[in-house]
């Protein structure tokens, strides 16, 4: 009799493993944020690791075409300084295609490309502006990871994803046209934004 209850249990027991096995694996399966990219960036004269630490910078800008590592500041009005240094130096073709946020389209098929993307509503909080079109920017290596609450769009719409490389669902694309703006993001995108493509 003891022998059968022993049995019996050790059949509920694989039962149970059995069941709860497929829960534990199909959770796994959920695509899991990405390991960030060491990403060094300048910082006052230092190098820091962007993707891990800002180390006190309020403002990082990733412009491939223009720097080789991205830069950093304390303030965003620091990184706007050095983005008009940068922009006196673009060759003359792409000058004329850029035009203040909100002024009217000019008719040029050519736009300049950036984002700015802001931890805090109203454009406040940390500022990471991407510049560099037809490539997914994965926010992670920018320590900048589902953290946008506010952004900014500049010549050239934008796409935003909830996951590495543009995976998972994307922001209203509506809402991401050249020149668009947003004090705050739309329902369910607070702090979930993981990628970024400029065309």
């Known amino acids: 009799m003891g022998y059968r209850r022993i049995a019996r249990l050790g059949v509920t027991i694989a039962m149970f493993m059995v069941i709860v096995v497929p829960v534990a694996v199909s959770a796994s399966e959920e695509e899991p944020?990405?390991?960030?990219?060491?990403?060094p960036a300048l910082f006052e004269g230092a190098v820091i690791d962007m993707s891990k630490d800002w180390e006190g910078a309020g403002a990082c800008m990733?412009?491939?075409e223009a720097i080789d590592t991205p830069e950093c500041f304390r303030t965003e009005v620091e990184m706007d300084k050095r983005?008009?240094?940068?922009e006196r130096q673009l060759?003359?073709?792409?000058?004329?295609?850029?035009?203040?946020?909100?002024?009217?389209?000019?008719?040029?098929?050519?736009?300049?490309?950036?984002v700015r993307l802001y931890d805090g509503t109203s454009y406040t909080g940390a500022a990471l502006y991407l510049r560099g079109r037809q490539v997914w920017y994965n926010l992670v290596d920018a320590g900048f990871n589902q953290m946008t609450s506010s952004f900014k769009i500049g010549a050239c719409s934008a796409y935003f994803a909830d996951l590495a490389g543009g995976g998972g669902?994307?922001?209203p694309t509506s809402q991401?046209?050249?020149?668009?703006?947003?004090?705050?993001?739309?329902?369910?995108?607070?702090?979930d934004v993981s990628s970024v493509w400029i065309t």
């Open 176 to 191: 991401t046209q050249a020149y668009d703006m947003a004090t705050s993001m739309a329902s369910g995108w607070d702090n």
């Open 91 to 114: 060759p003359q073709a792409e000058a004329e295609t850029r035009r203040p946020l909100g002024s009217a389209p000019t008719g040029v098929t050519n736009c300049s490309s950036s």
């Open 83 to 86: 983005i008009a240094e940068l």
């Open 62 to 64: 990733v412009w491939p």
């Open 33 to 39: 944020t990405p390991a960030a990219e060491p990403t």
């Open 169 to 171: 669902d994307w922001y």
